[in-house]
């Protein structure tokens, strides 16, 4: 039997033809045969000058039998053996949305190892096109500049995979060019407007408890919905957050956060605990806000959301997202001295700079307002004189 060859060894032969064919061996199969790279040229220069290049492209890498596999069998894998413990159900059903709705109706039957930069550009690029989205929730409409940049997130965590699993030799998703993401604009009610709101809600004896505890805590829809009573610690005002709620094909799934750091234990304001404590000695439920037809289930996002929308048109207040009535809880939370690392730990963010980064416009004015008291204690210890000598 002759020896196994070392991935990296290449050679030089001309065809029949009269083209030159430089191969190298990049790796072996199951059963120890070699896989191999061809480059072709018409003279024998071009070709060895080709195959130098190659040799440095695979210069380290031994590529396995898995290098056959076609992207979209590499997705699946990928999915099913590397990220379904690592990540929430509904991520799941998310990235396999973008992979078989947009990823592999265009590159999904090639194979893995054949992949270039270029594949994956005109992919973006179509993509770009004003192209319909087909995912069931998003039918119809165009891709966004931030969906393209969801897709390209996906494809390049699972090519990254792919290189650690010696499959290819590097991510071609590298270097291409994918739109920067645009941040949707941000809607925060005004200090009159939030007044109205809370005068608004006061009127509402079904949803009184559930907005007062949403404006004052800044929690995430699924978060609110997913409160039970033994989350509330009732004797010292604390309320801990352990799970949160969604919709999937129409049904309410019970998960986790949405970030190791959104399982938190936050203080509530005296008004808030009032508020729940009030509200336990009358429940019949151990859900803190129960479905109102089904005691034995929690609200859903989506009735939460409604009743929202309801109050807001009712009331002539703007029609702000649910989600932005945590941006007006941090806003105003900042606004009134609330310190950005304390506040990120309220809102279970996974650093105190994406925080920061959140509520830009915010902490801006607090900078400002910081250094008018520097400057306020500097007259003060120095002297007006001082100063300006």
Known sequence: MPSRRTAGDGMIRQKKQGLWEGRIIVGHKENGSNIFRYVYGKTKKETAEKLRRMITEFDGVELNDNSYMTLSEWLETWLNEYMSSRIRENTIHCYRSVIDYHINPYLGDKIISKITKEDVQRLYNHLMTNEECKSKNMKGKIISKNYVKKIHLVLHEAMDCAVMENLITSNPTNGTVVPKI???????????????????????????????????????????????????????????????????????????????????????????????????????????????????????PSTAYQHLKSILLSNDLPSIRF?????????????????????SGILGHTNTSFTLDTYTHITTDMQRHAAVIVGDFIDDILGDELIHD
């Open 182 to 300: 645009e941040r949707k604009e941000m809607k925060v009610l005004t200090e009159m407007q939030l007044d109205l709101f809370m005068k608004a809600i006061e009127k509402d004896e079904l949803w009184y408890d559930f907005f007062y505890t949403e404006i004052t805590t800044g929690l995430r829809r699924g978060e609110i919905c997913g409160l039970k009573w033994i989350d509330f610690d009732d004797q010292h005002g604390i309320l801990h957050i352990n799970r949160s709620i969604c919709i999937k094909n129409g049904e309410l799934k019970i998960g986790a956060t949405k970030t190791g750091k959104g399982q938190r234990s936050i203080f509530l304001p005296d008004s808030t605990s009032r508020v729940l404590r009030l509200r336990k000695i009358q429940s019949e439920s151990e859900w803190i806000f129960p479905c109102i037809k089904d005691k034995n289930m929690p609200i859903s």
């Open 323 to 343: 989600h932005d009535l945590r941006h007006t809880f941090a806003t105003h939370a900042l606004k009134n001295g609330v310190n950005p690392k304390t506040l």
